[in-house]
Nanobody, 128 residues
Framework: QVQLVESGGGSVQAGGSLRLSCAAFGYTYSTYYMAMGWFRQAPGKEREGVAAIDTDGTTSYADFVKGRFTISQDNAKNTLYLQMNSLKPEDTAQYYC????????????????????WGQGTQVAVSS
Protein backbone atom coordinates (compact mmCIF):
# COMPACT_ATOMS: atom_id res chain seq x y z
CA GLN A 1 0.00 0.00 0.00
CA VAL A 2 1.22 3.48 -0.89
CA GLN A 3 0.47 6.73 0.90
CA LEU A 4 1.11 9.99 -0.93
CA VAL A 5 1.44 13.37 0.76
CA GLU A 6 1.57 16.59 -1.24
CA SER A 7 3.02 19.89 -0.08
CA GLY A 8 4.17 23.21 -1.48
CA GLY A 9 0.86 24.73 -2.50
CA GLY A 10 -0.05 28.32 -1.72
CA SER A 11 -1.19 31.66 -3.08
CA VAL A 12 0.88 33.52 -5.64
CA GLN A 13 0.58 36.35 -8.14
CA ALA A 14 0.29 35.61 -11.84
CA GLY A 15 3.72 35.05 -13.32
CA GLY A 16 5.06 33.63 -10.08
CA SER A 17 6.39 30.17 -9.28
CA LEU A 18 5.68 27.30 -6.92
CA ARG A 19 7.33 23.95 -6.38
CA LEU A 20 5.04 21.11 -5.36
CA SER A 21 6.35 17.99 -3.65
CA CYS A 22 4.83 14.55 -3.24
CA ALA A 23 6.35 12.16 -0.73
CA ALA A 24 5.57 8.45 -0.95
CA PHE A 25 5.33 6.31 2.19
CA GLY A 26 4.61 2.72 3.07
CA TYR A 27 5.63 1.17 -0.23
CA THR A 28 7.92 -1.84 -0.44
CA TYR A 29 9.90 -0.35 -3.30
CA SER A 30 11.03 3.16 -4.13
CA THR A 31 9.35 5.51 -6.59
CA TYR A 32 11.77 4.14 -9.18
CA TYR A 33 9.27 1.32 -9.69
CA MET A 34 6.20 3.55 -9.98
CA ALA A 35 4.68 5.66 -12.70
CA MET A 36 3.72 8.95 -11.07
CA GLY A 37 1.74 11.96 -12.09
CA TRP A 38 0.24 15.30 -11.13
CA PHE A 39 -3.43 16.05 -11.68
CA ARG A 40 -5.53 19.08 -10.84
CA GLN A 41 -9.17 19.83 -10.26
CA ALA A 42 -10.96 23.15 -10.05
CA PRO A 43 -14.47 23.48 -8.54
CA GLY A 44 -17.09 22.27 -10.99
CA LYS A 45 -14.54 20.75 -13.34
CA GLU A 46 -13.20 17.25 -13.92
CA ARG A 47 -9.82 16.19 -12.66
CA GLU A 48 -7.28 16.60 -15.45
CA GLY A 49 -3.77 15.34 -16.02
CA VAL A 50 -1.00 17.91 -15.74
CA ALA A 51 2.28 16.01 -15.97
CA ALA A 52 3.52 12.47 -15.44
CA ILE A 53 6.70 10.40 -15.43
CA ASP A 54 6.99 6.68 -16.07
CA THR A 55 9.39 4.11 -14.61
CA ASP A 56 11.77 4.54 -17.53
CA GLY A 57 11.85 8.32 -17.23
CA THR A 58 9.39 9.00 -20.03
CA THR A 59 7.46 12.20 -19.32
CA SER A 60 4.16 13.55 -20.54
CA TYR A 61 2.73 17.06 -20.22
CA ALA A 62 -0.66 18.55 -20.87
CA ASP A 63 -0.57 21.14 -23.63
CA PHE A 64 -1.63 23.91 -21.27
CA VAL A 65 1.51 23.55 -19.13
CA LYS A 66 4.20 22.75 -21.71
CA GLY A 67 7.11 25.13 -21.38
CA ARG A 68 5.97 26.27 -17.94
CA PHE A 69 5.90 23.18 -15.69
CA THR A 70 8.56 20.54 -15.15
CA ILE A 71 8.06 17.16 -13.49
CA SER A 72 10.96 15.40 -11.80
CA GLN A 73 11.64 12.85 -9.09
CA ASP A 74 14.26 11.92 -6.56
CA ASN A 75 13.96 8.17 -6.16
CA ALA A 76 16.43 8.10 -3.27
CA LYS A 77 14.00 10.34 -1.35
CA ASN A 78 10.83 8.72 -2.75
CA THR A 79 9.69 12.17 -3.74
CA LEU A 80 8.03 13.60 -6.84
CA TYR A 81 8.21 17.28 -7.76
CA LEU A 82 6.37 19.71 -9.98
CA GLN A 83 8.13 22.98 -10.70
CA MET A 84 5.50 25.48 -11.76
CA ASN A 85 6.67 28.68 -13.46
CA SER A 86 4.83 31.52 -15.18
CA LEU A 87 1.67 30.67 -13.28
CA LYS A 88 -1.65 31.87 -14.62
CA PRO A 89 -4.98 32.43 -12.84
CA GLU A 90 -6.40 29.45 -14.74
CA ASP A 91 -3.85 27.24 -12.97
CA THR A 92 -5.82 27.73 -9.76
CA ALA A 93 -6.93 24.28 -8.56
CA GLN A 94 -6.38 21.50 -6.09
CA TYR A 95 -3.30 19.58 -7.22
CA TYR A 96 -3.08 15.85 -6.61
CA CYS A 97 -0.22 13.40 -6.74
CA UNK A 98 -0.92 9.93 -8.15
CA UNK A 99 1.06 6.70 -8.41
CA UNK A 100 0.87 3.31 -10.09
CA UNK A 101 3.25 0.46 -9.24
CA UNK A 102 4.74 -0.49 -12.57
CA UNK A 103 4.95 1.02 -16.03
CA UNK A 104 2.15 2.81 -17.85
CA UNK A 105 1.88 3.13 -21.65
CA UNK A 106 2.99 6.60 -22.68
CA UNK A 107 -0.37 7.50 -24.20
CA UNK A 108 -2.10 6.75 -20.88
CA UNK A 109 0.21 8.61 -18.52
CA UNK A 110 -2.21 11.52 -18.15
CA UNK A 111 -5.32 9.38 -17.68
CA UNK A 112 -6.82 9.23 -14.20
CA UNK A 113 -7.64 5.55 -14.59
CA UNK A 114 -3.96 4.63 -14.93
CA UNK A 115 -3.28 5.31 -11.25
CA UNK A 116 -4.04 3.28 -8.15
CA UNK A 117 -3.01 5.66 -5.38
CA TRP A 118 -3.85 9.29 -4.75
CA GLY A 119 -2.83 11.95 -2.27
CA GLN A 120 -5.23 14.35 -0.57
CA GLY A 121 -4.13 17.30 -2.65
CA THR A 122 -2.60 20.71 -2.11
CA GLN A 123 -4.26 23.98 -3.06
CA VAL A 124 -2.75 26.36 -5.58
CA ALA A 125 -4.28 29.81 -6.00
CA VAL A 126 -3.01 32.25 -8.62
CA SER A 127 -4.29 35.80 -8.54
CA SER A 128 -4.04 38.53 -11.15
Amino acid sequence: QVQLVESGGGSVQAGGSLRLSCAAFGYTYSTYYMAMGWFRQAPGKEREGVAAIDTDGTTSYADFVKGRFTISQDNAKNTLYLQMNSLKPEDTAQYYCAAHPGAVPAYLLLHRGSYNYWGQGTQVAVSS
